[in-house]
């Protein structure tokens, strides 16, 4: 005689990949990806690569959140943010971001630590668990002010005069005090506290009253460039500085 049926139950658990893409203003100065969750204004899509071909796209959502559900077992993985809504079967997109924002980092969990390449990719190794916190940190570039102050007459001979105030700001950091000087005049000498700059020289925690230039006599022209560096190190576009100078003249 046979026994009544019984039910055999297997319950299985779908594995997954999430992650958050951070406003971080400050990069990996503090070896941290974090920050406010952001999605750049709502063009980015986080694409889950595999063998070199995207195998899950989603849009990162508005709070930066992104999810991919029911990923496989003990699969090597790579998550890809970029601009570009990936094809599944077909080959990955390039990481990328919009117009103004840049890369900070990427890591996995959420203290300290990153993947050693600031890039927009982040590898992913599932094994038999889910994996959370696979974080992206990306942020905005500041911006450096042309400056073009009126013409002032040339004091002529070693003396000095105050350069304008450089100034930047950016989206994330409430003012700008690290300033490069890419490139230099070539009918005068600039200083910093009393020390001739040289190109590419950084300054620190800025005082505008120390930037000073000797101008070559004469009525002449002086330029330099430079670039404001904001909170994660990035730089701005280079802006250029412009000081006419007028001579005297003594006519009989």
Same mark, same amino acid.
């Given at each position: 005689k046979e026994s009544a049926a019984a039910t055999v139950t297997m319950p299985f658990t779908a594995l997954n990949v999430t992650g958050t893409?951070?406003?971080?203003?400050?990069?990996?100065?503090?070896?941290?990806?974090?920050?406010?969750?952001t999605n750049a204004g709502g063009a980015l899509y986080a694409n889950l690569v595999t063998a070199g071909n995207v195998s899950q796209v989603v849009a990162v959502a508005a709070d930066g959140s992104y999810s991919f559900g029911t990923v496989v077992p003990n699969t090597n993985y790579t998550v890809v943010l970029s601009t570009?809504?990936?094809?599944?079967?077909?080959?990955?997109?390039a990481a990328a971001l919009p117009a103004g924002w840049v890369n900070?980092?990427?890591?996995?969990?959420?203290?300290?630590?990153?993947?050693?390449?600031?890039?927009?990719?982040?590898?992913?190794?599932?094994?038999?668990?889910?994996v959370s916190n696979a974080n992206f940190g990306i942020e905005r570039t500041p911006t450096a002010s042309a400056l073009n102050p009126a013409a002032q007459i040339n004091p002529g001979g070693t003396t000095k005069v105050t350069?304008?105030?450089? %100034?930047?700001?950016?989206?994330?950091?409430? %003012?700008?005090?690290?300033?490069i000087i890419k490139t230099l005049p070539t009918n005068g000498t600039l200083y910093y506290n009393n020390i001739a700059v040289?190109?590419?020289?950084?300054i620190t925690a800025y005082n505008s009253s120390l930037?000073?230039?000797?101008?070559?006599?004469g009525s002449i022209t002086a330029t330099f460039t430079y670039t404001a560096v904001d909170a994660a190190g990035k730089e701005s576009s280079a802006a250029t500085v412009t000081m006419p100078f007028t001579a005297l003249s003594i006519a009989g």
């Open positions: 893409v951070f406003d971080d203003a400050n990069g990996l100065s503090d070896s941290i990806v974090n920050g406010t969750g570009t809504q990936g094809t599944v079967g077909a080959a990955a997109p900070t980092g990427e890591n996995i969990g959420t203290g300290a630590g990153n993947d050693g390449t600031v890039n927009g990719s982040l590898t992913v190794a599932v094994t038999t668990s889910s350069a304008p105030t450089l %100034s930047g700001t950016d989206p994330e950091d409430p %003012s700008i005090t690290t300033f040289t190109a590419g020289q950084t930037l000073t230039l000797d101008p070559n006599d």
